[in-house]
């Protein structure tokens, strides 16, 4: 059992937690992820791991509510406990020797661009972070942003907040005045990754994204989080998250990810009234 010793509400449908997970915490680096079950009879799920502190032994997860389990670990509250928390899984984030860096994040998939933003920036690299959301209620992690980051453009499809406009705008705008960056790194919801990588391809700049298909075991063993990379199918939980976005097939991936939505739905609803009816 792995006790929550922080829970915070970053948005309506955004919450952060503080995992007592001292063995995970010993060996989690920016990238890599864990999965959790919330209790005996639960779902695996992965999470990424949005931060770690090794001298206190926890791990923090930034999860959105969108499914039946993200439901139940949201109604949990601090001082209680989940069942399981199993990682870190997955290769961690390349960022050694990367000297100027875009770092791309759209939504709640800033949570996972943030750890690898701190990390560029623990060690010297120039980081340009470059973060998009809907509108201004959805914004998450600005803070930690900015102390990460030499440059930080914040976008909103509305102009509620930041710019008004996509990531890919900025990004743009950021490469034509002369940026000549090592690496994008691109973490978000899947059209708008396939969209950076359209974009850097142009300039030929190296961009890697970060993949979180439809994952079960999380050791390779059952093929739920195939991909298609350079016409070679690769396992997301162990040859990733993290690949080459200019060989990632993203229609194929999100034609996958739409797979099981309606049956998502429907556990989602089934768990809304069951809370509702306690």
Do not use: W
């Not at 890599?32 to 799920?45: H, K, M, S, T």
């Amino acid at each position: 059992m792995y006790k929550i010793v922080r829970k915070k509400e970053l948005n309506p449908t955004v919450t952060l937690m503080e995992i007592e997970a001292p063995k995970v915490a010993k060996k989690a680096e920016p990238g890599q992820f864990i999965i959790l079950r919330v209790d005996e009879n639960g779902e695996r799920i992965p999470l990424t791991v949005a931060d770690f502190d090794r001298e206190k032994g926890t791990v923090t997860i930034i999860f959105q509510i969108v499914g039946a389990t993200t439901e139940k670990l949201n109604h949990k509250n601090e001082g209680e406990f989940i069942q399981d928390f199993v990682g870190p899984l997955g290769v961690p984030s390349h960022v050694d020797g990367l000297k100027k860096v875009a770092v791309v994040g759209g939504g709640v998939g800033c949570a996972i661009a943030y750890p690898i933003a701190k990390k560029l920036h623990s060690l010297g690299c120039e980081v340009h972070s470059i973060v998009g959301f809907r509108n201004k209620d959805l914004v998450i992690l600005e803070d930690e942003f900015k102390a990460s980051s030499d440059i930080l453009k914040m976008m909103t499809d509305d102009g509620s907040y930041g710019e008004k406009g996509l990531v890919t705008n900025a990004l743009k705008e950021l490469i034509e005045a002369g940026n000549q960056y090592d690496e994008v790194i691109a973490i978000g919801p899947l059209i708008m990754m396939k969209f950076v990588c359209a974009l850097t391809k142009e300039y030929g700049v190296k961009t890697v994204v970060s993949m979180n298909p439809i994952m079960i075991d999380g050791t390779g063993m059952c093929g739920g989080c195939r991909l298609t990379v350079g016409g070679e199918t690769k396992f997301a939980c162990v040859d990733g998250p993290d690949f080459d976005g200019h060989l990632v097939d993203f229609d194929e991936a999100m034609a996958r990810s739409t797979m099981y939505k309606p049956f998502e739905r429907q556990r989602h609803e089934e768990t809304c009234n069951l809370f509702k009816n306690a």
